[in-house]
C-alpha cells in the first residue's frame, strides 16, 4: 500500500509560481509512475501532468504546457510539480496519484491517490 501526501499549495498572485510536492511511502518508488491532477469545484478531476517510472518520458495538458513541469526525486521518495505563471484558472485542488501499470492522463489507470493540497490564485 502506497501513502501519498502532498504539500506546497498555498495563495498566489497570477503571474507567480509553485512548487508541489508528493512525497510516497510504502512502497517501491521507483517503479511506479506518477500524475499530478487537479479538480475545482463543481467540475471533474483533470490531468495536468505525467511522468513515467524511469523519468524519461513526461507529459502535459495543453493548458499547463510551457508553464508546468513534473518531476521525481527517487533517492527522497518525491515527486514535483513547479509551476511557473500561475493564471486564476490553475485555481483548484492539487491531486499526485501513483500507477502500477504506465503513466496516463486516465485518472482511472491510477491506484493510489493523495488527499490533494490546495492552489488559489488571485488575480
Known amino acids: 500500500q502506497v501513502q501519498l501526501v502532498e504539500s506546497g499549495g498555498g495563495l498566489v498572485q497570477a503571474g507567480g509560481s509553485l512548487r508541489l510536492s508528493c512525497a510516497a511511502s510504502?512502497?517501491?518508488?521507483?517503479?511506479?509512475?506518477w500524475g499530478w491532477f487537479r479538480q475545482s469545484p463543481g467540475k471533474e478531476r483533470e490531468f495536468v501532468a505525467t511522468i513515467s517510472w524511469s523519468g524519461a518520458s513526461t507529459y502535459y495538458d495543453d493548458s499547463v504546457e510551457d508553464r508546468f513541469t513534473i518531476s521525481k526525486d527517487d533517492a527522497k521518495s518525491t515527486v514535483y510539480l513547479q509551476m511557473t505563471g500561475l493564471k486564476p484558472e490553475d485555481t483548484a485542488v492539487y491531486y499526485c496519484?501513483?500507477?502500477?501499470?504506465?503513466?496516463?492522463?486516465?485518472?482511472?489507470?491510477?491506484?493510489?491517490w493523495g488527499q490533494g493540497t490546495q492552489v488559489t490564485v488571485s488575480s
Open positions: 510504502g512502497g517501491t518508488f521507483s517503479s511506479y509512475s
Open positions: 496519484a501513483a500507477a502500477t501499470y504506465g503513466s496516463s492522463w486516465r485518472p482511472t489507470n491510477y491506484e493510489y
